[in-house]
């Protein structure tokens, strides 16, 4: 057996506080610590995560998943109205628990197309009495098809799924005029730029920011990509399943 039950996350106030202009309560910290156990525990039958030691934990999948929704934190105070997340390939629950726990007034659905991930999601709501979340199992091309979560999320977000130009193809069908997608991305090219721009017009969107900045502990460069949503997006979009990857947009518009 290890030591998973030994193993303690930083609290990093002072770090949360200079980097994101916001720190965890005392209870928010907490359902971090319960949410850390349970993943080293379940990564023991389900290969949720290569990163399991507390400082790359928190770093790489704490406050990674919160720097995409800077913008959100330092700003509580004065948005307190409910929205609607989508988490789109959650896997392990990032950056979905991360943004749940964060913002309790927010309603996050954690989408993954493997059941058992989100089985053993479940169980972590339950265990982390988190009110704010719902689950779902499908594709997103599929969910993206479906009247009743098409074009009704305020945010959406997509860590370590597809290509940028695909991930727009997944999200922006997703959200509300005005909606903001936001791709976590390590490293981002001026090509994968130019492809976006072109893609994200074709979907109802514009690029709205690019922020490059680097990870506090190990000085990794990352990238949030912020996509708004201005027009509807045209009912042939998503593709079906395994068409949006297998051909992506900007090669279907190439001349």
């Known amino acids: 057996m290890n030591d998973n039950n030994t193993q303690i996350l930083p609290e990093m106030n ?41 400082e790359d934990f928190w770093e790489k999948h704490f406050w990674d998943s919160l720097r995409g929704i800077k913008f959100i934190l330092e700003n509580q105070i004065n948005s307190q109205e409910e929205k609607k997340v ?4 959650t896997g392990a629950g990032f950056p979905g628990l991360s943004v749940a726990i964060s913002l309790p007034q927010y309603t996050v659905t954690l989408l993954d197309s493997i059941r058992k991930k989100i089985d053993f999601i479940e169980t972590i709501l339950v265990d982390l ?22 074009e009704i999320y305020d945010i959406a977000l997509l860590r370590a799924v597809a290509p940028t130009i695909v991930c727009a193809e997944y999200a922006l069908p997703m959200l509300k005029i005005g909606g903001i997608a936001i791709l976590y991305r390590g490293n981002f090219t001026t090509d994968e730029q130019a492809n976006l721009l072109e893609v ?6 514009k690029i709205h920011t690019i922020e490059e900045f680097k990870t506090p502990l190990t000085n990794s460069i990352r990238h949030c990509i912020y996509l708004q949503k201005i027009n509807k997006t045209s009912s042939n979009y998503p593709r079906p399943i395994g068409v949006p990857s297998q051909k992506p947009l900007n090669h279907l518009n190439k001349p």
């Not at 704010?132 to 098409?150: A, D, P, V, W, Y």
């Not at 994200?200 to 969107?205: D, E, F, Q, R, S």
């Open 200 to 205: 994200v017009k074709i979907l109802g969107g």
């Open 86 to 89: 989508i988490d789109i390939g």
């Open 129 to 150: 009495a988190i009110k704010n979340c719902l689950t779902l199992t499908n594709r997103i091309e599929e969910i993206g098809r479906m009247f009743k979560h098409r």
């Open 14 to 54: 002072s770090l949360w506080q200079e980097t994101l202009n916001w720190q965890p309560t005392a209870e928010q910290q907490q359902q971090f610590q319960q949410l850390y156990q349970l993943i080293l525990i379940g990564n023991e039958k389900l290969n949720l995560t290569r990163i399991t030691s507390p």
